[in-house]
């Protein structure tokens, strides 16, 4: 049995617009992450992928629920006890030239953590160990260079070397190639899949199945603020339980012609978290939809495969 490192239950994260309505950003989410596992979260834009990942670190207002990291409570650890937990969890986030000060040559940049937490020994050693373990070999050809001097892919595994020095357990990786070109985006979840390999746990957040499909052992499947679906990688893209899922799958492209399916096209307006319908959220767009999914509000339950689980009343 491997570690069990994140734990969520019935996660709630809400926010007021300027007009004074309530955004149910993350409503009531439950997921978890073992230590040796990939984890995609999956879901279309606004859907509370990201505010899922910042209530993980403690860095979104928690309305309800619970987030355990290697077996601990962290919901309400005050933000200096949160400290010794962020060496554990790190983040990375979306774009890398965001990310990396312009100002900082990258020995600055992957060192500034191990500042951040008054680590002081073995400080050389662990520069190298973390850009070697980011691909970025050998650590000498990049020590001294800016941002400016790198390419996109080779800034995010900056970035991901600046999140490995301090030797985490848990990775959050937000949306971690879609600002790269096509061209270095597989090198990247490779070097994600070794990580996990090695035996870290990685929270993967994408909007693209496809990428999900071919990296994760599990995927989440999340749709405005909840997770409707979830289960083996396998399992959730080859016998999708939940109408939201089936429409999702239906418009990755497959490469074989007999298990290529009509695409099916959502209808009805995007979903909007100040307004989440009655009932199944989903009823308004869902091509299944019956009378009682306008009034009650389906659970995940098991579906399909072993893990499998949907949160649909006719899955
Ligand atoms: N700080 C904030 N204040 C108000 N609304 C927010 C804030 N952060 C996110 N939201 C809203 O919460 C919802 C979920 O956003 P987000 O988690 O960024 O979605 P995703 O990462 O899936 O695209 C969106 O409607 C977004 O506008
Ligand atoms: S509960 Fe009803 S509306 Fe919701 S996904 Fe299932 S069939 Fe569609
Ligand atoms: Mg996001």
Do not use: W
């Not at 019935?10 to 439950?30: K, N």
């Not at 790198?150 to 070397?161: D, E, P």
């Amino acid at each position: 049995m491997s570690e069990r490192l994140l734990d969520v239950a019935d996660l709630e994260v809400r926010y007021r617009t300027a007009r004074r309505q309530q955004v149910r950003a993350v409503d009531g989410v439950s997921l978890h992450v073992d230590a040796g596992e990939l984890v995609a979260l999956v879901g279309e834009s606004g859907c509370g992928k990201t505010t899922t990942a910042q209530a993980v670190m403690r860095m979104a207002p928690i309305a309800a629920g619970r987030v355990a990291f290697r077996g601990r409570d962290i919901t309400s650890l005050s933000q200096r006890e949160m400290r010794p937990v962020r060496r554990e969890l790190q983040l990375i986030f979306q774009d890398p030239y965001e990310s990396l000060d312009p100002r900082f040559r990258v020995r600055d940049t992957v060192a500034e953590p191990l500042d951040i937490h008054g680590v002081r020994d073995r400080r050389d050693e662990r520069l190298r160990e973390a850009l070697e373990r980011a691909g970025l070999t050998p650590p000498e050809l990049y020590l001294d260079r800016f941002p400016h001097e790198l390419s996109g892919g080779q800034r995010q595994r900056v970035a991901i070397a600046a999140s490995l020095v301090l030797e985490p357990r848990l990775l959050l990786a937000d949306e971690p190639v879609s600002m790269l070109d096509v061209s270095v985006r597989a090198g990247i979840l490779n070097l994600l899949d070794g990580l996990r390999a090695g035996g870290l746990g990685i929270l993967m957040i994408t909007h693209d199945l496809s990428t999900a499909a071919h990296y994760a052992d599990r995927i989440c499947v999340m749709y405005l603020g909840r997770i409707v679906e979830e289960g083996p990688a396998a399992a959730v893209i080859g016998a999708p339980r939940h109408p939201y899922t089936r429409a999702l799958v239906s418009v990755v492209p497959q490469p074989d012609p007999d298990a290529r399916s009509a695409p099916e096209i959502l209808q009805g307006e995007t979903p909007n978290p100040a307004d989440v319908p009655t009932g199944c959220r989903f009823h308004p767009r869902c091509p299944v939809a019956q009378d009682r999914c306008r009034t009650d509000d389906p659970a995940l339950r098991d579906a399909g495969e072993p893990g499998q689980r949907a949160a649909c009343h006719y899955a």
